[in-house]
Each structure stands twice: as structure tokens, then as C-alpha cells.
């Protein structure tokens, strides 16, 4: 979930070159909305949304029991500067800054997602 087009193509391109499926929105109203129902495997939040911050829709993902335990990944602009640890605590499983090292992330999302399904092995 970004507010940027073209940093959700790129990313959603990335994601797709690793075999995963992706769904976009630009919004944290369409971000909460979206979340309900398509129940994420995991989501990747920017913390800079119209329509809703990008604490807000954290918050509000981890107060709905369908989506408490799907992992979230910050991936931000903003400064780490107090920003990495409130997300942190505020239920993310991790924080990137933008522009992000893309086979850190790549790990980060195969770790969570094998958590998420409980598969020793994610498909190639």
C-alpha cells in the first residue's frame, strides 16, 4: 500500500519476478477496505497515506481478528528515527526505508510468509 503509482509498480513488478501475487491500493481508507476482503497472506504498508496514516491502518489491521496475525512490513519513506521502533511495537513484523536492498525484503516477505502458512519451503 502506497500513495505513490509508480513505486506501487515497481514493487508489485518485483513482487510478481518472485512469484507472488499482488494486490494495490493507494489509500488507507482502500487499505483497511481491501485488507477485510481479500485477507492478505501479508501486506507491505507505507506509513505516508492519504486517507488515513499509515499508524492508523496499522492499528486498525491488528484490531479486526481476520487480519490480527497477517504480517505487516512497513516500507516507508519516512526517517527510521523513532518510526522503525513505533511500528515495530505497533505490531509490524518489520520496517525498510525506501529506497529498500530488494533481496533483504524478498527474505523478510519469504520468512513471514512461511510463518504465516507454516511451510518449511516457499515455491519458487
Known amino acids: 500500500m502506497d500513495d505513490d503509482p509508480d513505486l506501487?509498480?515497481?514493487l508489485s513488478v518485483r513482487l510478481r519476478a518472485n512469484n507472488f501475487d499482488t494486490v494495490n491500493v493507494c489509500d488507507g481508507y482502500s487499505a483497511l477496505a481491501m485488507a477485510l476482503k481479500e485477507t492478505p497472506d501479508l501486506i507491505i504498508l507505507d506509513l505516508g497515506l492519504p486517507a488515513g496514516d499509515g499508524f492508523a491502518v496499522l492499528k486498525q489491521v491488528k484490531e479486526y481478528p481476520a487480519?490480527?496475525?497477517v504480517p505487516i512490513i512497513v516500507l516507508t519513506g519516512r526517517d527510521p528515527a523513532g518510526n522503525e521502533r513505533r511500528s515495530l511495537e505497533s505490531g509490524a513484523v518489520a520496517f525498510f526505508q525506501k529506497p529498500a536492498d530488494?533481496?533483504?525484503?524478498m527474505g523478510v516477505i519469504?520468512?513471514?510468509l512461511r510463518s504465516?502458512?507454516?511451510?518449511?519451503?516457499?515455491?519458487?
Not at 530488494?102 to 525484503?105: G, K, S
Not at 502458512?117 to 516457499?122: D, F, I, K
Request: hydrophobic content about 40%; aromatic content about 10%.
Open 8 to 10: 506501487r509498480l515497481a
Open 67 to 69: 487480519l490480527s496475525c
Open 102 to 105: 530488494e533481496a533483504e525484503l
Open 110 to 112: 519469504r520468512t513471514n
Open 116 to 124: 504465516a502458512w507454516g511451510w518449511g519451503t516457499l515455491p519458487s
